[in-house]
């Protein structure tokens, strides 16, 4: 085989073919197990708690009851797999000095526009994130509109300038988080419990849900700096 | 107390760990979590023996997610933490710690995950403190920054993403076919999923979980993450992180009752791991890598022995294994040693204590008496001998005549006189050697005390029935709640 | 044979998990194999989404508080969202090993990774 056209090719060597028949071969094997819709259990988990998310969470959008409030553990978890995720690139990329070329200068038009868009993805993201339990949003995404705001603002050649206050921000609102769930145990049954009433008669109205927008808001914020701070860890790399 | 807090502690401690380690200096925070986990679990012990915890979060059982400390997982965390802060109080750890805050994070944040995997009773909860775990192993095997750490952390995570796929894989499918995610529910509707679906289910999670506990053939990159990430690192995957997946694998095969073919299955993977693991350390030159295939074939005993019926046994195992393993890779870290085992000559003559500890470590870790390692593999025999034959016993012993030669040679390398390198040990760095030489001892002169304790905690594990009740409620039964769709 | 959409999304998402394991399994450029994971994830993700049953039914924001059929389940929306997230931090994670491991050694080839061996 040439060179030229062996470089193109998919299968270069043998163990190639051999995998493509060993995952062929589990693709049959597996596909009778995810077709079809019956479960054992006559209503799925899911369906149980949408039908009790509008009384128990006050919130109309079952999918942000169950992330921020039903599994809410889950989701803890997930902020702080963020967390992490910061922390070891700032460790990893933090360290060593680099030889890489600065890049080039930013793109004119990209300069040009972040004082028009920026005000409407500050707006957007804001906005999204707390009404997070009535329109499908929240949290991730709005933090994660606000994170592209400050990707659009590197991409112009801005950086961010106030690391430690994008750090104590990180901090501050993980530990408010951590610490609104654990006074749950104490002072609303359980982990994570409602500290706030719910008003089931304003029902679809942005203070109707007890603590599942403050909890996104948190979520929202966490997002939104966890990301930037990654973002930052890359670009710092590219220049340093 | 709340078992949720095992969770919620170190994670607070997590994010607020910039201003926390200006009051714990030297790199002691995450030490201390671990001694307030190990205060924590060692006092609520005695009642949980008798009445496991069921802790709700926000909606109960089979909807929402529950934490369920039984003996099984408080034990285990009391012997995880004990033995984690030999490890994190170390020199070589404290130094990581002190000198970026990012670390101190991410060991935080892998305690927290590894007492998440125990007390989690929800499986989709259980893949994110998983996660939570392998990310922040990953991060951590690349501590020192060398070539070696990288590459060991890059193949980590690539096992680790591969098993993840794959126990999501099976989360998903099992939600499609039974609905429902939370594992005491499971352990009634298993029975009733579609064949077909069923081995989907089963052999999606006994390969995430086989990558995770280290078992043949998925375990070529544990000793390159080992040898990469250094020797005390190496102790805390092998005193802590490794007991968590096998709780786990041990956890989720009993409730999901699979066939006896499977367990069987599990028991011949078991015995091939131990003997590739020995025979593996027979021909390593570099003493961290030796422990690491040592630690390998020491999980695959433990799964075998667990599976053939040697429940109690196995946990006797585990507590053992996290002793010498926290023991032995403290001792090298210690030393601060390039690791080769040549360096370890005469290191029982700079520091007697550390030779006898070494010696006596290593000994149990053999299996001979009058230590603990004895106890455990002793019953392991017995179990294996019932349920599977003569046959695997004869295979363990045969291993363990191969880790008798390397482990032998290793005891006569501490103690030859003539020795080439300069050691500096400070007598109060070992004095925490003493923890894991008095259980080694105690346990193996008194080993009624451990086997009254490991007995119950086994029975927690093994008995289903019990469990359901603990989670879902003692009045429902389960069938008809699940049958009419769990509304109430 | 029926092709709605209900009966080939299983299918494709499992395709583009197998076709992520495929490329884990014999690429050996290591940004490839994080691109090969990330294909992987998103099949996971999609396969979430095809057990949700969506063809027959609405998004699950409730208008009323008292009709609660017709929804979708929104229970699997809710993982993948953590899912999605796991899946870019690892991606993230992977990619800073490598930048690191490139400086260091000048290769993205997983083949030459020879620093620990037996």
């Known amino acids: 085989m040439s060179s030229k056209l062996g470089k193109k090719r998919l299968f270069i060597s043998p163990m190639h073919l051999l995998w493509a028949i060993v995952f062929g071969g589990l693709f049959f094997a597996i596909l009778p197990a995810i077709s079809g819709h019956e479960s054992i259990r006559s209503e799925r988990v899911g369906e149980s708690l949408l039908v009790q998310a509008p009384a128990q969470s006050g919130a109309p959008n079952a999918v942000t009851a169950v992330v921020v409030w039903f599994r809410g553990l889950d989701t803890l978890g997930e902020v702080s797999v963020l967390f992490l995720v910061a922390a070891a690139l700032g460790m990893i990329l933090g360290r060593g000095k680099n030889s890489t070329e600065p890049e080039s200068k930013p793109n004119e038009i990209v300069a040009h526009a972040k004082t028009l868009v920026l005000p409407h993805f500050m707006l957007t993201g804001l906005y999204i994130t707390i009404h997070g339990h009535l329109t499908p949003g929240g949290g991730f995404q709005g933090g994660v509109m606000a994170a592209g705001m400050a990707l659009l603002l590197i991409l112009a050649g801005d950086r961010v300038k106030h690391l430690h206050a994008l750090h104590f921000l990180e901090g501050l609102v993980g530990s408010l988080y951590a610490l609104v769930a654990i006074s749950g145990i104490w002072f609303a049954g359980s982990f994570l419990g409602n500290l706030i009433p719910i008003k089931t008669e304003a029902f679809g109205t942005l203070f109707s849900a007890g603590i599942i927008p403050v909890l996104y808001i948190f979520i929202g914020i966490k997002v939104g700096t966890e990301i930037i701070s990654i973002y930052d860890n890359f670009q710092r790399r590219e220049e340093a | ?488 | 044979m029926n092709l709605s959409l209900e009966t080939v999304l299983p299918a494709f998402s499992l395709m583009l998990i197998l076709l992520g394991l495929w490329g884990v399994a014999t690429r050996k450029n290591l940004i490839k194999i994080f691109i090969s994971l990330s294909i992987a994830e998103t099949g996971v993700n999609l396969l979430y989404i095809s057990m949700t049953g969506f063809v027959h039914g609405k998004v699950p924001i409730l208008a009323d508080p008292t009709v609660t059929s017709g929804y979708v389940d929104p229970l699997p929306h809710a993982m993948i969202l953590t899912s999605i997230v796991i899946g870019t931090a690892v991606t993230a994670l992977g990619l800073a090993l490598t930048a690191r491991y490139h400086e260091r050694t000048g290769t993205l080839n997983v083949t030459k990774m020879k620093e620990l061996k037996n």
């Open chain 2, 1 to 488: 107390m709340h078992p949720v807090l095992f969770i919620a502690v170190p994670l607070l401690a997590a994010f607020l760990a910039g201003p926390l380690s200006q009051i714990a200096r030297k790199g002691w925070l995450p030490s201390i979590i671990l001694v307030i986990a190990a205060i924590a679990a060692g006092s609520m012990l005695p009642s949980v023996l008798v009445q496991p915890i069921n802790e709700t979060v926000v909606i109960a059982a089979p909807l929402g997610i529950n934490l369920y400390a039984g003996p099984a997982a408080i034990l285990l965390i009391l012997v995880t933490s004990i033995f984690g802060i030999l490890l994190t109080g170390s020199k070589e750890l404290r130094d990581h710690f002190e000198k970026s805050t990012p670390s101190t994070v991410l060991a935080l944040l892998h305690f927290a995950g590894i007492f998440g995997i125990f007390l989690s009773g929800d499986l989709f909860n259980i893949f994110v403190f998983l996660e939570i775990a392998a990310l922040s192993a990953y991060a951590m095997t690349a501590f020192s920054d060398t070539t070696a750490s990288l590459e060991g952390a890059i193949k980590y995570l690539l096992a680790g993403s591969i098993a993840s796929i794959f126990l999501l894989i099976g989360i998903a499918v099992i939600y499609l076919h039974t609905g429902t995610l939370n594992l005491a529910e499971l352990s009634s509707t298993m029975p009733m999923v579609p064949a077909a679906a069923k081995a989907v289910i089963i052999s999606a999670i006994l390969l995430a979980l086989a990558i995770e506990t280290e078992l043949f053939p998925l375990n070529l990159w544990v000793p390159d993450v080992y040898e990469g990430s250094g020797s005390a690192l190496s102790g805390l995957f092998s005193a802590m992180t490794i007991k968590a997946t096998l709780y786990l694998l041990f956890r989720v095969i009993t409730l999901f009752g699979v066939d006896q073919s499977i367990i069987d299955l599990l028991i011949g993977a078991g015995l091939l791991t131990m003997i590739v693991g020995e025979l593996g350390a027979l021909r390593q030159t570099n003493a961290v890598r030796m422990l690491a295939y040592s630690s390998v074939a020491q999980a695959g005993l433990i799964v075998a022995g667990f599976f053939a019926g040697a429940h109690s046994a196995a946990i006797v195992a585990m507590i053992a294994h996290s002793a010498v393993k926290a023991g032995l890779f403290l001792i090298i870290a210690l030393a601060g040693l390039s690791g080769s085992v040549a360096s370890l000559t005469g290191i029982g003559l700079k520091n007697k204590f550390v030779g006898v500890t070494a010696t006596v470590l290593i000994l149990s870790l053999l299996g001979l008496p009058p230590f603990i390692g004895f106890a455990g593999k002793l019953l392991i025999l017995q179990g294996l001998n019932s349920s599977v034959g003569i046959g695997a016993v004869i295979l363990v012993l045969v291993a363990s005549l191969v880790e008798a030669w390397y482990l032998l040679k290793l005891v006569s390398l501490i103690w030859k006189t003539e020795s080439t390198v300069e050691f500096s040990f400070k007598p109060i760095h070992t004095v925490i050697l003493i923890l894991p030489l008095i259980l080694v001892i105690a346990g193996g002169v008194y080993p009624k005390a451990i086997l009254s304790l490991t007995d119950k905690v086994a029975n927690d594990l093994v008995d289903i029935q019990s469990y359901r009740t603990n989670v879902l409620g003692g009045s429902a039964t389960i069938e008809s709640t699940d049958l009419n769709g769990g509304t109430q």
